[in-house]
């Protein structure tokens, strides 16, 4: 069955340093999303992206953060200057169509800032 | 008020039982309903997809939903240890998914 993959499983960084995290989407889907999860609460949604631009995103998602579809199949979440209450669990989805089909997750990256 | 509430649990059950999992919302907007479950270390895994009101049954699973009372459910039949995760629900009416805190199911072998 096809997957959505995110790599890497853990990052690491220093506190300030930029991170980027990479998804690879499911090949038919055109729907993207990042969402975190901070250790014990609740997944929280970022942001929401198609035909290459933004569609939706939460007020979490500040200026800090940006997406970006570089190629074909790759799906980025950038965080410019990442500070201590970054870390969190960061899960990549996907989906068909916008209304009516479900989303699909990776199994995230784990950001630790140090 | 939140958007989607669901108890946290922890629930324990016996291998065989029926596991009864609940979540109510408070967005009469929210037309796509949703149950994941989500194995320590991993990311949401899709169980149950649904947009409207009734019942849907998959194998052991059974979702429902109740617009009018804002209410969906989860019930797992004939319990497995392999059943023991964390079980969200979700709810969207666009892009967005709102998720419930989730519920720790462990079945007792």
């Known amino acids: 069955e096809p997957e959505v993959t995110q790599t890497p499983s853990h990052q690491v960084t220093q506190m300030g340093q930029e991170v980027i995290l990479r998804c690879v989407p499911i090949?038919?889907?055109?729907?993207f999303y990042w969402y975190r999860q901070i250790l014990g609460q609740k997944v929280e949604f970022l942001v929401s992206f198609y035909n290459n631009e933004i569609s939706e995103k939460s007020e979490i998602f500040d200026d800090q953060f940006s997406v970006e579809r570089p190629d074909g199949s790759n799906f980025t979440l950038k965080i410019r200057s990442t500070k201590l209450e970054d870390s969190a669990m960061y899960f990549c989805?996907?989906?068909?169509?916008?209304?009516?089909?479900?989303?699909?997750f990776g199994d995230g990256t784990r950001l630790s800032i140090l | 008020q939140k958007e989607v509430e669901q108890d946290p649990g922890p629930l324990s059950v016996p291998e065989g039982a029926i596991v009864s999992l609940n979540c109510t919302y408070s967005n009469s907007a929210f037309q796509y309903f949703m149950w994941y479950r989500q194995y320590s270390r991993k990311g949401p895994e899709l169980l149950m997809y649904t947009y409207s009101s009734g019942n849907k049954e998959d194998g052991r699973f059974t979702a429902q939903v109740d617009k009018s009372s804002k209410y969906i459910s989860l019930f797992i039949r004939d319990s497995q240890p392999s059943d023991s995760a964390t079980y969200l629900c979700a709810t969207s009416n666009d892009y967005k998914l709102s998720f419930g805190a989730g519920t720790t199911v462990t079945v007792r072998a």
């Open positions: 090949s038919n889907h055109l729907y």
């Open positions: 989805a996907s989906s068909e169509d916008r209304y009516n089909q479900p989303q699909h």
